[in-house]
């Protein structure tokens, strides 16, 4: 590994991190989240960025002890030792969750950020770094490292075969990728892989809507999609519209009140060609019957008339969405893949849809949320219970 430390830029931390496996949820990880909450939300800089500001509300002490209160299998349970975290590239405040989740599951963590440039990156390390550097957050400080390489089968091989358990965010290929590098032969590993999410819309309550209510859901929408430009795993896609006998209008005001929630929406003219060009891939695969309504360059929406065979190959970025009026909502079932995450839901009750899956006995979805709380991420993740596979349980008879 000597030879390869000039290639790891160290952004959080130094020296050799130290492990002293602490207790999940433990007055120390939670006092420094708390810490780096008030930081954050005081921060100038960090105010210019929604993201972020999503990062530090979820920090805040009433969500953290929330967590914490709720959480069933609090006793006995200590962090692993030391976590390896390999965050994306393409989510830049992904990272501070994923340490986040290390820190409340007890652990030293050790996290690789990609080497690509994001402000948020920055901002971010360089809150962390001020709060560790408080005496009062010592111990953590000495157990919290942030790192940026390239890809280095070396240093993946050297990380990995010091850590106790890993944690992987990305795609199929990087995943692969890094199983190359072997563990430690009680180590483990969990996994966030290439996901995919759809949304499900009461047509007939979205009619009902006033002008006002409107509005509302379609920023909620926005929050949903846009601010990461659809690039998070449970940022919806495809739009499946129930009840939909009623003709289109409903549909055209709801995408109508998207395009308004989007003005404030960054399309420089790369995103634009990258939008453009992902749609006419789109239809040079083939992807069935289908229509196009623009909103200038910030919204396309493509209607299709057929269902997909897959419908984890819709994908859409930068304000690129599918449609498809749903006849039976058990339709669908039976195409949902491992690879499906989320399901978002306007007028449709959680519960119900929850006991249909079950009772199809649906491979996909994970999550169930209601429109505006798709970016909500929490202990529970893509079916991990987060914090309990991060940690370890002490058998007392």
């Not at 209510?213 to 990461?228: P, V």
């Not at 970025?317 to 669908?332: A, P, R, T, V």
Request: charged letters at 25%; hydrophobic letters at 40%.
């Amino acid at each position: 590994m000597n030879r390869n430390e000039t290639k790891i830029k160290m952004l959080v931390g130094d020296g050799d991190i130290r492990v002293r496996p602490l207790p999940i949820y433990s007055r120390e990880a939670c006092g420094f989240l708390e810490d780096l909450s008030k930081f954050l939300r005081s921060d100038r800089e960090a105010k210019g960025f929604p993201d972020i500001m999503a990062f530090a509300f979820w920090c805040r002490r009433g969500n953290i002890l929330g967590l914490r209160d709720a959480y069933p299998f609090r006793e006995n349970r200590l962090g692993r030792g030391l976590a390896f975290h390999i965050a994306p590239s393409n989510v830049p405040v992904n990272f501070a969750y994923s340490l986040a989740f290390g820190l409340l599951a007890g652990n030293a963590n050790l996290v690789r950020v990609s080497e690509k440039a994001f402000p948020q990156t920055d901002i971010l390390c360089r809150g962390l770094g001020e709060v560790l550097r408080r005496p009062e957050h010592a111990l953590l400080a000495g157990q919290t490292q942030v790192v940026s390489y390239g890809h280095d089968r070396e240093i993946n091989d050297f990380y990995s075969g010091q850590c106790d358990v890993r944690v992987i965010w990305g795609g199929d290929a990087t995943i692969r990728q890094i199983r190359q590098s072997e563990l430690k032969p009680r180590a483990t590993e969990i996994t966030f892989a290439d996901r995919y999410s759809f949304a499900i819309f009461d047509q007939e309550a979205v009619a009902s809507l006033g002008e006002r209510e409107l509005a509302e859901l379609a920023g909620k929408f926005y929050n949903d999609t846009f601010l990461m430009d659809q690039n998070a795993c449970s940022s919806p896609h495809l739009i499946f519209w129930t009840n939909a006998r009623g003709g289109e209008d409903a549909r055209k005001r709801f995408w109508e009140a998207v395009h308004q929630a989007a003005a404030k929406y960054d399309m420089p003219e790369k995103k634009v060609m990258d939008k453009y060009t992902l749609l006419c891939e789109n239809g040079a695969m083939g992807r069935g019957k289908s229509s196009l309504r623009r909103y200038g360059n910030l919204l396309y929406v493509v209607s299709l008339q057929e269902m997909p065979e897959k419908m984890e190959n819709l994908r859409g970025k930068f304000g690129l969405f599918y449609e498809m009026s749903l006849d039976e909502m058990d339709d669908i079932f039976d195409r949902l893949s491992q690879r499906v995450q989320t399901c978002v839901t306007f007028g449709i009750s959680g519960e119900t849809l929850a006991k249909r899956l079950a009772n199809c006995h649906a491979r996909g979805v994970d999550r169930i949320v209601p429109v505006g709380q798709a970016m909500d991420i929490g202990v529970f993740w893509d079916g991990y219970d987060v914090i309990g596979s991060l940690s370890r349980g002490l058998a007392v008879q």
